[in-house]
Each structure stands twice: as structure tokens, then as C-alpha cells.
């Protein structure tokens, strides 16, 4: 008689239940649920305010939830914290590359922080500055770079330990059209060659749909809809695109939201990566 076939589920990517965030009165975060699989590109999309980038520093241990859960690639932020950090990169908006270094050194940094041996990270560096096309500028001090340079830079550091899951907080701000879908390119290659899950978070609708096999939209704290761009779009009406379907669940334009102190970090963000 045949032995029955165990089938061992693979856990989620990323996995929430009601996780919310407050700051005194305010909820930041009102009891969310993602559930995101394994080794796809997801977006959060929503207007400034919306909660995107409280929730991603709280997947990534940054911020304490107030309440609910989150499990990343099988731990739990909240009682393993460690363990989500070792199996996590993530990529702010805020410059995260030291400009006063090359990209070599600092990448050499970040593996020492990983805490990788030296045997490792010599092959890992060589590796991360072919892939990003950063080879021939190596040993440049990163001033120097262009925006899109420094975000491939950035990338490379992120993927030094081969984190299950790569989080990145609006990653082409500032950039020019040629330097952004550099970008993209890399993103998808990084999907393909290493199997990551890699949520990002954007206003860029067209990045969205470029890069993303699902997305959720958030709006005053809350998820307001959750599917594939197609799915999404087909919910919204006939010939819909994303901008739609952002302003349908949103209820604003892309444009519009935030407020002054949103409005002057995001661009003192573009003009340092320009």
C-alpha cells in the first residue's frame, strides 16, 4: 500500500491580521489583513497619509503594532523580531547610502552588519555591483552618482543576505523616466534570479501596473481593496485603468492628499536622489 503524499503548505510572504497602529488618538493603521504569497512583486498604493509607510515599518520591526499581528516568511514581528530582520531587507525613502563612500564600501558595510563572513561577502559585493550595473563605478565616491544610480546602489545593499522579502518605500521618487525603469528592470530581475517577494509602496500608477501581480489600496488607515490590476480594474468599469481605480477606492486624485510636512519630505527626498 502506498504511503499517503504529505503536502507541507509554504507559508505566506507576508500575513496580517488586524494589524493596527495608533499614535495617541490617532490610528494610524486600522486593523489591516494582507495576505501577500511568495515571489511576486505586491504594491501598497494609497494618498499621502493613507498608512503605507507606518505599515511597512511595522513589517519591518521599525514601529511596535498597537494591536493584531504580522507574520514575515513565518515569524512573527512582534515576538521574533530578530529573525525577521535577518530574513527582511528593506529600502526607505530616505537616502540610506553613505554618499561620503564608494559603492564598494558601502556595501562591504552593510555585509558587516549583516554580520556575513568575509569569504561570503567578497563574492556577494563583486555580485550585487555586476548585477545593478554598478561595476564600473565601484570605487567612486557615491556623491558623485546620479538618483538612479544611488537607488540601484541601494537595492544591491538590501540584497546582500538574500532577504525572502524586500520592502521598498516609494522606490523610483525622484527619478528621471530613463533612470526609473532601470529600476524596474532591476526589481524584476532581482524577482526572477533570487525568487524575493518585494512589496513596494507608490503613487506611480504606471509603476504599479508595470511591476505588481497584486496590489492593495489603502485609504484613512484602512484596506480598501485588495486584487490583481486586472481584477481591479474590472471592479472599477469598462476601459478603467489604475488611475481609475486609485481615485475610485481612494476617493481623490493621485495628486492631491497630505499635508505640508508629507509635501516637503517628499521632495527633499526627490531633490537629494536628483
Not at 494582507?34 to 505599515?55: E, H, Q, R, W, Y
Not at 564600473?136 to 538612479?148: E, H, I, N, P
Not at 525568487?195 to 484613512?220: F, K, N, Q, S, V
Not at 468599469?237 to 476617493?251: C, E, K, N, Q, R
Request: glycine content about 10%.
Amino acid at each position: 500500500m502506498n504511503e499517503p503524499t504529505v503536502v507541507t503548505a509554504v507559508p505566506r510572504a507576508i500575513q496580517t491580521n488586524n494589524l493596527t497602529r495608533r499614535f495617541g488618538t490617532f490610528t494610524a493603521v486600522d486593523a489591516i489583513d494582507l495576505s501577500v504569497d511568495s515571489g511576486g512583486i505586491f504594491g501598497l498604493l494609497g494618498p499621502n497619509g493613507a498608512g503605507k509607510t507606518t505599515t511597512i515599518k511595522m513589517l519591518t520591526t521599525i514601529l511596535k503594532p498597537t494591536s493584531g499581528t504580522a507574520v514575515i516568511a513565518g515569524f512573527d514581528v512582534a515576538a521574533t523580531p530578530a529573525q525577521v530582520r535577518r530574513t527582511i531587507g528593506y529600502v526607505p525613502q530616505m537616502l540610506s547610502a553613505d554618499g561620503a563612500l564608494t559603492a564598494e564600501e558601502n556595501l562591504v558595510l552593510s555585509a558587516r552588519l549583516y554580520g556575513m563572513k568575509k569569504r561570503d561577502w567578497k563574492e556577494r559585493v563583486s555580485e550585487a555591483l555586476g548585477f545593478m550595473s554598478l561595476s564600473d563605478v565601484a570605487r567612486k565616491l557615491v556623491k558623485t552618482y546620479s538618483g538612479g544610480m544611488i537607488r540601484r546602489l541601494e537595492l544591491a545593499q538590501a540584497m546582500l543576505h538574500r532577504p525572502s522579502v524586500l520592502f521598498l518605500d516609494e522606490p523610483t521618487i525622484g527619478l528621471d523616466p530613463v533612470a526609473r525603469r532601470m529600476v524596474w528592470e532591476r526589481l524584476l530581475a532581482m524577482k526572477e534570479k533570487y525568487g524575493m517577494t518585494i512589496l513596494i509602496t507608490t503613487h506611480d500608477m504606471e509603476e504599479a501596473d508595470r511591476l505588481c501581480g497584486g496590489i492593495a489600496i489603502m485609504h484613512h488607515g484602512r484596506v480598501a481593496a485588495t486584487g490583481t490590476p486586472e481584477n481591479l480594474k474590472a471592479s472599477v468599469g469598462p476601459g478603467a485603468g489604475l488611475h481609475d481605480v486609485f481615485v475610485h477606492y481612494s476617493g481623490g486624485s493621485i495628486e492631491e492628499g497630505g499635508n505640508y510636512r508629507d509635501v516637503r519630505k517628499t521632495r527633499r527626498t526627490a531633490h537629494r536622489l536628483s
